[in-house]
C-alpha cells in the first residue's frame, strides 16, 4: 500500500476549529513536523481541508 508523508508548513493559529482539528487527526502539532500515513481516501480530503497549511508527498 502507499504511503503519504504529510509536513506542516504554516501554523493552524487563527484558523477554523475544523481545520485545527483536522490537523489534530493527522498527528501534526508543530511546525516542520512530518508523519507517515497510509494513502487513502478519506486521508486525501483530510490534506485537501488543509491543503493550504501542508505540504505532502508520496512515499514509496
Known amino acids: 500500500m502507499a504511503k503519504v508523508k504529510v509536513t506542516l508548513k504554516k501554523s493552524g493559529i487563527g484558523r477554523l476549529g475544523?481545520?485545527?482539528?483536522?490537523?489534530?487527526a493527522l498527528g501534526l502539532r508543530k511546525l516542520q513536523?512530518?508523519?507517515?500515513?497510509?494513502?487513502?481516501?478519506?486521508?486525501?480530503?483530510?490534506i485537501?481541508?488543509?491543503?493550504?497549511?501542508?505540504?505532502?508527498?508520496?512515499?514509496?
Do not use: I, W
Not at 475544523?18 to 489534530?24: G, P
Not at 513536523?33 to 483530510?46: C, E, F, I, K, T
Not at 485537501?48 to 514509496?60: C, I, M, P
Open 18 to 24: 475544523t481545520q485545527k482539528a483536522t490537523l489534530k
Open 48 to 60: 485537501a481541508k488543509v491543503a493550504h497549511l501542508v505540504t505532502y508527498e508520496e512515499v514509496g
Open 33 to 46: 513536523q512530518s508523519v507517515v500515513h497510509n494513502d487513502s481516501p478519506g486521508l486525501r480530503g483530510q
